[in-house]
């Protein structure tokens, strides 16, 4: 499996307070890839050895955030709703 080392990370956000606040910042961070997964984080000057690097050149690092729920209520199809919207009747 191919790792990949990303380096150069401004601020790493962990949402871990064991990294530091609530935010679970790591300034000047660094985070290995194996696969589809994040294998370890921390500090650049312990960063492991990877077999791809990047350095992505002092940006922020912080989780995707995927707010996936749904409604019972929305489901099906809604183009007489949004329809009724744009002519200005609800």
Known sequence: ???????????????????GGPLGLIED???????????WIGPASAAPDADV??????????PGFVDSHSHLVFAGD???E????????R
């Open 29 to 39: 961070a660094a985070l290995v890839i194996e696969g589809e997964r994040i294998a």
């Open 78 to 80: 809604r183009t007489r």
């Open 53 to 62: 690097r990047h350095d992505v050149g002092g940006r922020a690092v912080l």
């Open 1 to 19: 499996m191919t790792s990949t080392l990303l380096t150069g990370i401004g601020s790493l956000v962990t949402n871990d307070p064991a990294h």
């Open 82 to 89: 949004f329809n009724a919207r744009m002519s200005g009747r």
